[in-house]
């Protein structure tokens, strides 16, 4: 909907367009609530987005230059009536902090046989002395290594307080002339002269960079990484709400650990024990045994009742379970942190059990096209029922009313007052003098993009959770999402790899011993790899922090009644805290109406056109599709593409995602 | 046709509605019509409901009528179509007995079959119901008819084994795969499977019952992998008796007496075999009486030979001068008999079995699937070592699975029983003394062929069944102290003089009335009976039994 004719009074005007708030807008207008949904950003889902790898590279660019550019602030006085005060909002979104982006693809043919052993390590080769020996070519296959050089050469460091301009084009000189650093503006500017390089490149079936931009339309790369409990409340309320005919999910294929330097599979289900290689007959009985117990544990409690007040690893050891059962129930099943106290550390086993089974072998789904669909689904469903959608449109300011200290009304970037009786926003659009008693904690993020799996397989289309228990005391346990091409969200013959753990340091600093473990950099020109290294190579990778906002309590900002604050993604593997989030706000929004009762089917709405497409792709049904459901999956996208535009009588759609894949 | 159809169709009137009420009239009315329009009425009926089995029939006559005036092609066609219509029923009620059996009809009819097609639509069907015996059926005809290798055939055991355990239909299809891709050596057992690959499945039955114990399926087969053959059917004992002019014939198990012939001194005798009890038609004991003075003379020798032509395979036993009776017979030792249920592998792998059985029994103690499984290894083992141990995993398995005491008790005493009688053998002795073991059954009674006297006293007997009778060289019956009230089996026990039964559950003088056919019974104890109650019983019994001259009331 054009920006400058939007209707004056709505009923809930909701800013930012995460999880939490596209649920509540699709609650909200289910029930008949006017909702007018708005997000500055020109894309939906805010941190939850996926984007093409075109997209994320624009993405970076906007966040390297710290947030998105100073709106031009308006004045609003003429709008302001008196008894009435203005709180203004934050124009800058600062969540995404630590931005950095590596390249290891990038390959010179005409460069000989000696300086291209160098090139992996990324930039090296283009200094003028190349630094390393080699020896260090082998040695320096991991970005652990770059950390020694990465100041000044090796990596464009994007941090979103650095004076960007002048720096970045400085760090990026060297290596604009035959390195694939991305431009300011996003694009990369290699491109034309590494089209020579293809050709080369194709011959040992290596993945270019520029094959990588080529087909970015490919890629679907999640901000936030996260996967859906198949028992979670996401997909409790995707179902119940019928929210859920307008996206695809896969099975996640397995769950992975790395223990004693080695990737491993972890048997969770009774098939996969049943199937392992590794367990012994009586470590399968106590495993089992053991999962038997937390699947009801609450029945039992003489079983764990001493160890209420002692931790979940005492637990274990105390159940006679192998370290290696130790390791695989800790990190990888309950995958909390050994000092958890037993009964958490039994609910966490227990929720993840619970969800095992009912759509396959893990606890898990994934929604094909990346996590970004889902609170895309959620906007549609608001929209059918009469929500209204602007993308690239704002709040200035809130208009409060001062008697009564509530918010009256908003006004639009457009200077446009809009009243409403309760106004949703997302906490990266408050002031830090709203926020003053909130705490933030920060997400470590590292999107990888990788040319082989973690751990080979029959089948080259997994899709694995990996568990990295703490490198070292005290550091973070690492979660990784290995994504195949089938996923939709990376190109063939790649996969994405997502890494995330709560920061104590940088993303880099927090991340980087673990991808240096387990990845390699591709084998250059010359070296042909002598098999010894059968880790994948990462050919392109971005680090960067995310703003943690669910830690803050509600009464820790400084804002009316009628303001409901939502915190983005937090480093959970499931969604459950928004959802609950949602909830709650709902609750508060409209105390006596039901949270996203089930929306009728399309056949029972009146359509212009013929609707009811799509249904095929029921959430059960897909998430069973194996193999094929790729295909399946493009043409549903066809049709869920197609009737996007057939709903006009119920509501304003959203635009359509950015870039579909249909179009091709 | 007609008829039939409006029966079925009043049954299922109440589930139609009315459109395919309408419809089936329709279809009542095109009687004896084989056209498409009757093809696809029928169709319309089928798809709502799948299990009508006339309309099916109407169908197959249909199609039947149309193979003849059509060409090949629309025939395939057809049949294709009817495939698909087929698949449409099959997701209405993937368990639908008409539904399956047209579709091997039409399978075997298509003049271009398209096995492979058949082959993955039965994958799907089991991936969604592994235990949908239907489609096993059904996929089993196609394997046979398609031709699909053995091998392969067993990987698919693998990979649904592998998916879900819990799936007696895989393991039984693996069962019946084995022995023809890793057949045993000939001269043991053909049918069985040969040692390599028995390892191998021992550790994949192992890996699902360590995975879960409570699940049988794994256990069953785990049964059929320690199981061994049945043992071939010959004649394990020969006895004659001077004096009665009898001869006796045992054989291993139960057979007919079809082709039993009995040569004494190389003449082919006439004679009437009959089982040792009138209620036991396959017996594995036959009894003959020879003609008078055959064998009455104690100062002749004879050679006696008796041939079985079913089996082809015959038995001699000499009777020498000056003895009473004489038999010549396979112990139950020598044959290891009550080793049979189990394997004939080697010890040692069933010691390891025992191992791994006992080290999950430690990690499950309540687990009865596991404890039975080690009585029976112990049993294969060496059933004498083990009794105690055996009697006290029994106490446990009647603890744990009380539903089953009864059976837990009858298996109880048939191992007491086989214990005893190889205790015996080893003593060679007739004396078979099993006091106090808790027995509540019988069994094994051939084996008692010889034995002239039994002791059953305190056990929880509460009768002597019919195959008691075969205890031919019975003497004396001690029976005291147990539920007796039935004494069928003490039939035509010619040697019997002595029964004892005090305090047991006798009630009536009927229940006595078998004993007159033993004639030399004199002492009789019925002491704690019921009976003794009943007035004037003493002269009763003298009356009913006069050949007894010590009663005991």
Redesign the interface.
Known sequence: MAADNLPTEFDVVILGTGLSESVIAAACARVGQRVLHVDRRSYYAANWASFTFNGLLSWIDDNKQGGQSPEEVLDWSGKVESGEDILPLSTMDTSISNLEVFCYTSEEPEEDEEEKKEDATPISTLSPAPQSEGEEGNQATSPTDNRRNHEGETTLDILSESPPEQQDQEECAPLAEDQQILSSDGEPQGEEQLSGSAPTQAKKKKISYTKIVKEGRRFNIDLVSKLMYSRGLLVDLLIKSNVSRYAEFKNVSRILTYRQGKVEQVPCS??D???SKELT??E???L??FLTFCLDYEQHPEEYQDFTERSFWEFLQNNMLTENLQHFVLHSIAMVPRETHTEEGLRSTQHFLRSLGRYG?TPFLFPIYGLGEIPQCFCRMCAVFGGIYCLRHSVQCLVLDKESGRCKAVIDTCGQRISCSHFVVEDGYIREEQRKGVEHKHISRAVLITDGLLLQSESEQQISLVTVPPLEPGAPAVRLVELCSSTMTCMPGTYLVHLTCPSSGSAREDLQPVVSRLFTKPASAGEEGDGSDERPAVLWAVYFNMRDSTAADRSGYDLPGNVHVCSGPDAALGSDHSIRLAQEVFRQLAPHEEFCPPAPNPEDIVYDGDGGQGEGAGFSEAAQAEEGAAEEAEESKEKEASQESSPVEVGEMPDPPPAPLAEE | MQFSIYIIAECNMKLMTRDDKSLLYNVGGKEGVLDEEVLLLTQQLLSSNPDFATLWNYRREILLHLETVRSEDEIQRLYEEELSFLEACLKVNPKSYGSWHHRGWVSTRLPRPDWARELSLCERCLSLDDRNFHCWDYRRMVVRVSGVPVDQELQFTDRLIGSNFSNYSSWHYRSTLLPLLHPGSPETHSHRVCEEQLLKEYELVQNAFFTDPNDQSAWFYYRWLLGRGVCVCMISCVYVSREGERVVVAFSRPALSVGLLLVVDGQPQQVNWRSAHPRLRHSPMWICDLPPGTISDTSNEHNLTVHWTERHTHRDCALYTGRSESWCRDSATDLELFRSELSVEKSSVLQSELQSCTQLLELEPQNKWCLLTIILLMRALDPLGYEKETLAYFQTLKEVDSMRTSYYSDLCSKFMIENTILKMEYAEVRVFSLCEKNLSTLCHLDQLLLVTHINLSSNQLLGLPPQFAMLQCLEVLQADDNAIENLEGVYHLSKLEEVSLRNNNITQLSDLKILTTCPRLARLDLRGNPITQIANIQSQLAELLPSITELLL
């Open positions: 009774r098939a024990v049943f199937g007959v009586v399968k009985r106590m089992m045994k072998n």
